[in-house]
Nanobody, 121 residues
Framework: QVHLVESGGGLVQPGGSLRLSCAASGSILSINAMGWYRQAPGKQRELVAVITSGGSTNYADSVKGRFTISKVNAKNTVTLQMNSLKFEDTAVYYC???????????????WGPGTRVTVSS
């Protein structure tokens, strides 16, 4: 199977920055895309940013200009640099990978356990 591990969450003041990282491991043939979602209390999980194997990116309107997603292919990792953080960025952030495993031609989504980001003064 495929496992994702996130790191980098924590407490930060408004206007501050955090950098999240996610590493994928397991029976991976290829990764089509990796990205970040978040879920705040009382809200549904929403897309934050994604990056494809070709390097194209997509961001939620609420984070454009503040967040940057990038990847390191050799380590199957994705990072999310978060700047100018706001109260409304407080959420549990989940890493997702779109993966083709070594034993299948099917594409499947895999999720990390989440890392908490709290923006508070």
């Amino acid at each position: 199977q495929v496992h994702l591990v996130e790191s980098g969450g924590g407490l930060v003041q408004p206007g501050g920055s955090l950098r999240l990282s996610c590493a994928a491991s397991g029976s991976i043939l290829s990764i089509n895309a990796m990205g970040w979602y978040r879920q705040a209390p009382g809200k549904q999980r929403e897309l934050v940013a994604v990056i494809t194997s070709g390097g194209s990116t997509n961001y939620a309107d609420s984070v454009k200009g503040r967040f940057t997603i990038s990847k390191v292919n050799a380590k199957n990792t994705v990072t999310l640099q978060m700047n100018s953080l706001k109260f409304e960025d407080t959420a549990v952030y989940y890493c997702k990978a779109v993966v083709i495993t070594t034993m299948s031609s099917y594409v499947a989504n895999y999720w990390g356990p989440g890392t908490r980001v709290t923006v508070s003064s």
